[in-house]
């Protein structure tokens, strides 16, 4: 499956970068722009989609956590994925406050899944669902 890159919501001027649309389980008609990002460890979510999506919170544990230069308090909870026809099942962290209109996939909640191919000089990025 490939993918194009894009402008990040809310940077003016930027770069095109490699993104991905996102469902979330609770929100299958809505998915969410996420900036592929081989840097971070964990996929981080804005809060507002847990609560969007009915997935529940209230009693995870929050830590506090460095995003982009920016802290936030992030709760974890397992939930199901999809990019396109493909889906699996993995931890997003839920952030607040989320000042970004991106969401961010990272090491072990998306690239342990996928075989992922970014072709910056075509400004393209490929998946394929990994084989165990």
């Known amino acids: ?11 003016f001027g930027d770069y095109v ?3 991905v649309p996102v469902t979330v389980e609770g929100l299958p008609r809505a998915p969410q722009l996420c900036l592929v990002d081989t840097g971070a460890l964990q ?14 919170l209230v009693d995870r544990p929050t830590e506090t956590i460095g995003v982009g230069g920016f802290r936030t308090e992030a709760r974890s909870a397992r939930v199901r994925l999809g990019v396109g026809d493909l889906a699996w ?7 607040d406050p989320w000042p970004l209109a991106f969401h961010i996939l990272g090491q072990e909640g998306f690239f342990r899944w996928f075989e992922v191919t970014i072709r910056a000089a075509r400004y393209s ?3 394929e669902l990994e084989e165990e």
């Open 43 to 56: 996929n981080r979510f804005g809060s507002w989609v847990a609560e969007a999506a009915g997935i529940e």
């Open 1 to 11: 499956m490939r993918f194009s890159f894009k402008e990040l919501p809310g940077t």
């Open 89 to 95: 099942e993995a931890n997003v962290f839920f952030c």
């Open 17 to 19: 970068r490699p993104v």
């Open 125 to 127: 990025i490929d998946l």
